[in-house]
């Protein structure tokens, strides 16, 4: 049976209001499609049954799994490239020169999905800096909590391992473990991962001297991505970096920005005085 416009409208609206994502019109086969093993593990038809289960007894364990199952988590290795190979040819430098010795760097990975963009960036600075365990903390954060609980874990397949990640690297920072790959210790002790809404008012963090904020406004609309980057600045150091995904940037969105080009790709610095 396909879905019921009214289930598909309370999906629709369940999912925004509890993370901001925007599900258009249209986008019904989606919904089946993702929360089809849902449906199947609880034994039910088909996802109309599912969502009037429910929607007729709401509880919070089904919402969130709802919710978790329209997420994207698509991710990668060193995404795009410049944004993580200009962190230590440019940013760090600058960074590191503005801070005195004995200050701690502060990064956070806005939208970690499953843990390749914060430990990307934490193999990069261990192999640039030395004691970068004592010099660098980490945060990672997303909205779902699986995500969160496969960072902690940053355990990864061989197929996730294939995405992006060199060669030299998998073997200087992963162990094998059964058939999936493990991180080593020491960059998960740089790494905190929490579960984190960013259509939410913000946990106290920060100040971050650099944010990763990839491939996760492009699901908002106008004012969710302007509340967003509002917070988001509220948590940097005022000479701190962004980074957006390659679809995605501030220019007509937020003019408190100054677009930095970096690489093939740009970085995005608070504006002074705005
Ligand atoms: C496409 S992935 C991007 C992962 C990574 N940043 C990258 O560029 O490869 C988008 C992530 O955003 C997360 N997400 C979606 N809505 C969110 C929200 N309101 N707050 C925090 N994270 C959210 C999803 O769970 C998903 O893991």
């Known amino acids: 049976m396909t879905l019921p416009a009214t289930s598909f409208d309370w999906v629709r609206a369940l999912v925004h209001r509890e993370s901001a994502i925007v599900l258009a019109p249209g986008k019904e086969y989606l919904v089946e499609a993702r929360l089809l093993p849902m449906a199947r593990q609880l034994g039910l038809a088909d996802v109309g049954s599912l969502v009037e289960k429910v929607r007729s007894r709401p509880d919070p364990d089904s919402t969130r799994r709802i919710v978790e199952a329209l997420t994207t988590n698509e991710t990668s290795w060193f995404r795009d490239g410049d944004p993580f190979t200009t962190l230590t040819s440019t940013v760090l430098p600058s960074v590191l020169a503005a801070r005195g010795p004995n200050e701690r760097l502060q990064i956070w990975s806005a939208a970690c999905s499953s843990g390749q963009e914060p430990y990307t960036i934490a193999m990069l600075l261990e192999d640039a800096l030395p004691n970068a365990g004592q010099r660098v903390s980490i945060t990672a954060t997303d909205l779902s909590r699986e995500m969160v609980e496969r960072t902690r874990a940053g355990r990864f397949s061989q197929l996730e391992v294939n995405r992006g990640l060199p060669a030299p690297m998998l073997v200087r920072h992963f162990t094998r473990a059964g ?11 740089m790494i905190t991962a929490s579960e984190c809404n960013l259509a939410a008012p913000l946990p106290r963090m920060g100040p971050f001297d650099v ?14 991505k302007q ?18 995904g390659a679809a995605e940037t501030t220019l007509g ?6 677009r930095v080009v970096l690489g093939r790709s740009s970085a995005y610095r608070p504006l002074k005085g705005a």
């Open 253 to 258: 969105v937020d003019d408190s920005w100054e």
């Open 179 to 189: 058939n999936e790959w493990e991180v080593a210790a020491n960059l998960r002790r």
């Open 211 to 224: 944010v990763y904020l990839r491939n996760v406004l492009i699901y908002f609309d106008l004012s969710t």
């Open 227 to 244: 509340a967003i980057l509002r917070r988001v600045r509220e948590l940097m150091r005022p000479d701190g970096w962004l980074f957006l």
